[in-house]
């Protein structure tokens, strides 16, 4: 009885703090509102820095609305977006003195995705391919969709394993998108997105395959996804003739 008491307890309590770090999100953007641009950047690099500490569920909403609402606080406010800029570039040097873990390089990820500039995660990314190989490979499944899209197949080649099996993630992550929030009252628009979403990451995965001179699972994928959505796109990715493949472009030697 005690032991179910504690449990209860300890469940209230994370509800407890998952409803705080909702409702400081909420007040902060109330902020932004009201034209309290300083206070509201305070918040947000406070909830970036500490939200975890008080409730690691918070995990998703710090990577993704959070940053969300940072940048559009920058377009309002500079020094926000300066703010935004200093503390992905201040994670990414830490990593580069290899002083890094996963979960910073995950950070500067999500702050380049924000910020549209993935070609940073990529040259990222690529030096520590280059300079510490096992904290790459922790960091792979961060970096794997800007690669990808950025048709690094060189670096794609070295981590991706089977282009199928990566296959099956992608289709995992619509099939329970769609299950969360496909039935949700919204004109079916997040089925929209999701579905939009599924088909360019299906291609982005064929001509991988293509590339990886693999067009025997650039076809079968191209058949799952077009199960998944039946979609034009999907149907002309791939070249008739079987045998031809997308070149693999040379190697980027950009730095960050």
């Known amino acids: 009885m005690k032991l179910l008491i504690a449990i209860v307890l300890m469940f209230a309590s994370a509800l407890a703090h998952a409803e705080d770090m909702r409702k400081y999100q909420k007040d902060t953007q109330q902020l932004v509102k009201a034209g309290k641009h300083q206070e509201a950047l305070e918040r947000h690099t406070w909830f970036h820095d500490h939200a975890l500490e008080h409730n690691p569920s918070m995990s998703g909403v710090r990577l993704s609305f959070a940053l969300s609402n940072w940048k559009q606080l920058g377009k309002v ?15 990414a040097a830490l990593i580069e003195k290899e002083k890094g873990t996963w979960q910073l390089f995950q950070d500067v990820t999500a702050i380049n995705r924000e910020l549209g500039e993935d070609g940073k995660t990529v040259a990222l ?7 510490q190989s096992n904290l790459a490979k922790r960091c792979w499944d961060a970096a794997k969709k800007p690669v990808i899209h950025a048709k690094a197949y060189d670096l794609a ?35 929209r997105f999701n579905d939009d979403l599924f088909v360019k990451e299906s291609i982005s995965l064929m001509n991988l395959a293509m590339a990886l001179d693999d067009p025997k699972s650039a076809r079968e994928i191209q058949k799952k996804a077009l199960a998944v959505v039946n979609d034009k796109r999907l149907q002309d990715a791939l070249p008739t003739n079987r045998e031809t493949t997308i070149k693999t472009p040379p190697a980027s030697g950009a730095n960050r």
């Open 77 to 91: 406010y500079p020094p926000a977006m300066e703010e935004l800029k200093n503390t992905r570039d201040r994670k």
């Open 125 to 131: 990314f690529r030096k520590l391919d280059k300079e």
């Open 157 to 191: 080649a070295k981590y991706i394993g089977d282009p199928v099996q990566e296959f099956s993630k992608l289709k995992q992550a619509h099939d329970q998108g769609a299950a969360l929030f496909g039935g949700k009252n919204d004109g079916g628009r997040f089925t």
